[in-house]
T-cell receptor, first 111, second 117 residues
Framework: GEDVEQSLFLSVREGDSSVINCTYT??????LYWYKQEPGAGLQLLTY???NMDMKQDQRLTVLLNKKDKHLSLRIADTQTGDSAIYFC???????????WGAGTKLIIKP | KAGVTQTPRYLIKTRGQQVTLSCSPI?????VSWYQQTPGQGLQFLFE???????NKGNFPGRFSGRQFSNSRSEMNVSTLELGDSALYLC????????????????FGPGTRLTVL
């Protein structure tokens, strides 16, 4: 079945850029999403990218999509302590109308 | 607009019992999806309801069931609880049903933390 993989942890220094990576297996995905989950809070949509795009930028966030390698990344520029959270990659599977989720990457900010 | 609400927020049950979780979507949203979240495993899709009909179902046993009411509120039921059912259960609502080629933002509730002893 479809699989979405992410590293479980990423540690960066405050002020540096964070790059969270995600790989998936279903090539027919039309929409790919990044969600953020903070402790005690619900999941919040950060950004998304349509499959015919290579890049999308939204303020400090940059999403890169490499369809050939089935690789999605989220770059957070100038990482702040408020960016500490778990970041989930989710891929919409056209074949069964389901969102398939990665296990989430916990972003740890070092002072 | 009020966000997605889920009740109860925390629940402790013992093996063999059954449990009902409730979700109230954002006003005007007609689609409700349920997910199970466990540490290190991400979210696993349970089912999606739209206009009181189950449109889609994930790979969970028949002990997991749900329904949606005419006001779009949804309930999820788990019967004969097992230790492995301990998880955070998330509900998400969206305006329309999930569809191919259609951007569809899901808005999540805070979840119900179920612990099975």
């Amino acid at each position: 079945g479809e699989d979405v993989e992410q590293s479980l942890f990423l540690s960066v220094r405050e002020g540096d850029s964070s790059v969270i990576n995600c790989t998936y297996t279903d090539s027919s995905s039309t929409y790919l999403y990044w969600y953020k989950q903070e402790p005690g809070a619900g999941l919040q949509l950060l950004t998304y990218i349509f499959s015919n795009m290579d890049m999308k930028q939204d303020q400090r966030l940059t999403v890169l999509l490499n369809k050939k390698d089935k690789h999605l990344s989220l770059r957070i520029a100038d990482t702040q302590t408020g960016d500490s959270a778990i970041y989930f990659c989710a891929v919409f599977m056209d074949s069964n109308y389901q969102l398939i989720w990665g296990a989430g990457t916990k972003l740890i900010i070092k002072p | 607009k009020a966000g997605v609400t889920q009740t109860p927020r925390y629940l402790i049950k013992t093996r063999g019992q059954q449990v009902t979780l409730s979700c109230s979507p954002i006003s005007g949203h007609r689609s409700v999806s349920w997910y199970q979240q466990t540490p290190g495993q991400g979210l696993q899709f349970l089912f999606e309801y739209f206009s009181e009909t189950q449109r889609n179902k994930g790979n969970f046993p028949g002990r997991f069931s749900g329904r949606q009411f005419s006001n779009s509120r949804s309930e999820m039921n788990v019967s004969t609880l097992e230790l492995g059912d301990s998880a955070l259960y998330l509900c998400a609502s969206s305006l329309e049903a999930v569809a191919i080629g259609s951007y569809n933002e899901q808005f999540f509730g805070p979840g119900t933390r179920l612990t099975v002893l």
